[in-house]
């Protein structure tokens, strides 16, 4: 029977892999940071979300998934999501998003100098490289994430998705 368990750094996606940028970057940066992953413009992006380092390149201060970037091109889409206790039907959002069309897309250029910074999310769990993958999982499971950062010395090393773990994990079991 094996007893040594799976460590998350080796199975960490590095960040020289994964988009990043620095938090004085902007919207246009972020957008080409996170479509510079896949082979063409129509392709799958590979992330969806990107991390956000200080102007050093070395501590993470936040992340912009893709929820975020859209907010940043429209400040129109904040409220929306944003709910509380269910309480029944109110308001028909996607009639109301309709009514945006023309201006979304003929102000959205605008949007492409806001730094990353204006609406960013913060980072609410990280994990070490040393870390066992099911420790991961855990935090990963009871926070509803599929993406952590992977944090040694202060400094970001890379990321562990969902993915890596459940391929990691799946292997180990034979399923």
């Not at 040594?4 to 994964?18: C, K, S």
């Not at 308001?91 to 023309?102: E, P, R």
């Not at 400094?155 to 399923?175: K, S």
Request: proline share 3%.
């Amino acid at each position: 029977m094996q007893t040594d368990h799976p460590v998350v750094r080796d199975h960490i996606i590095t960040l020289d892999r994964y988009p990043h940028l620095t938090e004085d970057q902007s919207l246009h940066d972020a957008v080409e940071a996170i479509k510079s992953y896949t082979h063409s413009p129509e392709a799958r992006l590979a992330y969806s979300e990107l991390f956000v380092l200080d102007i050093s390149n070395h501590l993470l201060v936040g992340r912009a998934r893709l929820q975020d970037i859209i907010r940043g091109i429209d400040s129109r889409f904040n409220g929306l999501g944003k709910v509380g206790k269910f309480e029944g039907k109110k308001t028909d959002v996607t009639n109301l998003v309709t009514l945006w069309g023309d201006s979304f897309f003929d102000e959205c250029a605008k949007s492409r100098t806001k730094q990353i910074r204006e609406f960013m999310s913060p980072v609410q769990h990280t994990v070490g490289g040393s870390d066992s993958l099911l420790k991961a999982l855990a935090m990963m499971l009871s926070a509803n994430e599929t993406v952590l950062p992977v944090v040694d010395n202060d400094r970001v090393a890379g990321v562990i998705r969902l993915e890596e773990i459940f391929n990691a994990i799946t292997n180990r079991c034979r399923l």
